[in-house]
């Protein structure tokens, strides 16, 4: 006798798709990889799905460790359900797209070159301000592993351009403060992303607000403030998180135009941050601080 069961909910197609595109979370990405270990369906689908295949041709940056044409269906039903389950394992893992901008993120320097957030990243106490003769750089293990990995990505950049690449490589720009560069880079991010043809429409029609986000900080590092306020103002009419709200309240003080407006940028960030590490929130507090001293 023959029994069928009912596929579980868990994942989604959105969910699968998410997968493929390297953006769900650690915990669900984790639960995806568990779930295909157990679910061959789920795992075909993976495997055989065209658009899968179509990246992974198309789209070297990505660096899938596995083609999808070397698994067919027959596998699963030749091999023991043990070794299935492990091979599926390993093979789920190797499948994941190579996260840049993680990478990045876990291999920030001690200290952040400017007052601008990074969507992603961990506090970083900021580098202190250098006054008069530049002063020679000191040897930072950290900040040369992360120039090594940023090197990576840049020549993945180069090699392959597109969104993802050219955004961790614009980013890599600014952690490393080559603000021109990662304007550029960023842009060039933007408008692949969208199909437009220059920034300023691509950043109009763009829907991905940690990318815009990531732009504006970009603008601000190079003193285009108001063209970092316009980036981040998109960005947050299309999500509220930590690092949009900071941005923007950081791009408003430094226009120096309105006090009042920016302290009231600030306590959004604050409203919205609320269970974020506290050394961002000191940094929020005293900058509204400064600001309310100059209002008096």
């Known amino acids: 006798m023959t029994t069928t069961t009912e596929h579980s909910p868990f994942p989604s ?7 493929v595109e390297g953006t769900l979370d650690e915990e669900t990405r984790e ?8 679910c061959p369906e789920c795992l075909e689908v993976l495997l055989v799905n065209g658009e899968l295949e179509a990246r992974g041709e198309s789209d070297p940056s990505l660096e899938w460790n596995a083609r999808p044409v070397a698994v067919h269906s027959n596998w699963w039903r030749n091999a023991t359900i043990g070794l299935a389950a492990a091979a599926a394992v390993a093979l789920v893992f190797y499948l994941l797209p190579r996260d840049d901008l993680r990478t990045l993120a876990k291999a ?15 506090y970083r106490e900021p ?51 080559e603000h021109h560069s990662a304007v550029k880079n960023l842009q060039s991010a933007l408008i692949a992303k969208t199909g437009q043809s220059d920034a300023a429409l691509a ?36 999500s509220k998180t930590p690092e949009i709200a900071w941005n923007r309240a950081l791009a408003v003080e430094l226009q120096a135009k309105n006090d009042q407006l920016a302290i009231s940028y600030w306590r ?6 609320q269970n ?3 050394r961002w929130r000191a940094e929020a507090e005293g900058r509204i601080a400064e600001l309310e001293n100059l209002l008096h």
């Open 276 to 278: 974020g590490d506290p």
């Open 127 to 177: 580098a202190p301000t250098m006054r008069g003769k530049e002063k020679e750089k000191p040897f930072d293990a950290a900040t040369l592993e992360f120039e090594r990995v940023a090197a990576d990505v840049r020549q993945r950049a180069e090699k392959h351009p597109n969104a993802k690449t050219l955004r961790a490589a614009g980013v890599a720009d600014l952690v490393l403060n």
């Open 108 to 122: 920030a320097p001690p200290r952040r070159p400017s007052a601008v957030r990074i969507t992603g990243f961990p």
């Open 203 to 238: 950043l109009a029609a763009s829907n991905d607000a940690a990318m815009l986000s990531d732009l504006a900080a970009a603008y601000i590092a190079d003193g285009r403030y108001r063209e970092a306020s316009v980036a981040a103002e998109r960005a947050w009419q299309l």
């Open 31 to 38: 639960r995806v990889a568990e779930h295909m270990a157990g």
């Open 268 to 273: 959004d960030y604050l409203e919205v941050d």
């Open 13 to 19: 197609d959105e969910t699968l798709a998410a997968y």
